[in-house]
């Protein structure tokens, strides 16, 4: 630590930049399991193309490709309610670190 640098201040800092790398972790971890789950989508695709309509490998398939689809849904909710989590830890703490100033 800074010699004479306010420790408070000092913590909150340190918090907003742990928060800013997750920020920036979820759009990757969200776009690597996005393309993941596309990919399996594609290959199911080309499997239901490729199969007779009644057969067993035809409807597993197509569960796949479902699952894949609602994956891929929940995914984008799950990254989306986190970043809205994280945004708002934002913000608590730009209002510390101002409550902290005003009182330093």
Do not use: C, F, K
Not at 4 to 10: L, V
Not at 23 to 28: A, P, V
Not at 45 to 70: F, K, L, M, N, Y
């Amino acid at each position: 630590m800074i010699s004479g640098a306010d420790p408070r201040e000092t913590t909150l800092r340190t918090l907003q930049t742990l928060v800013h790398q997750e920020l920036n972790g979820i759009d990757d971890l969200e776009a690597r399991r996005s393309d993941e789950l596309r990919q399996r989508m594609h290959l199911a695709h080309a499997v239901i193309e490729h199969s007779p309509s009644d057969s067993p490998t035809h409807d597993a398939a197509t569960g796949a490709r479902q699952a894949s689809e609602e994956q891929l849904e929940e995914v984008g909710r799950l990254a989306a309610a986190r970043r809205q989590a994280l945004v708002r830890a934002l913000y608590d703490l730009e209002v510390l670190l101002t409550s902290n100033e005003r009182g330093s």
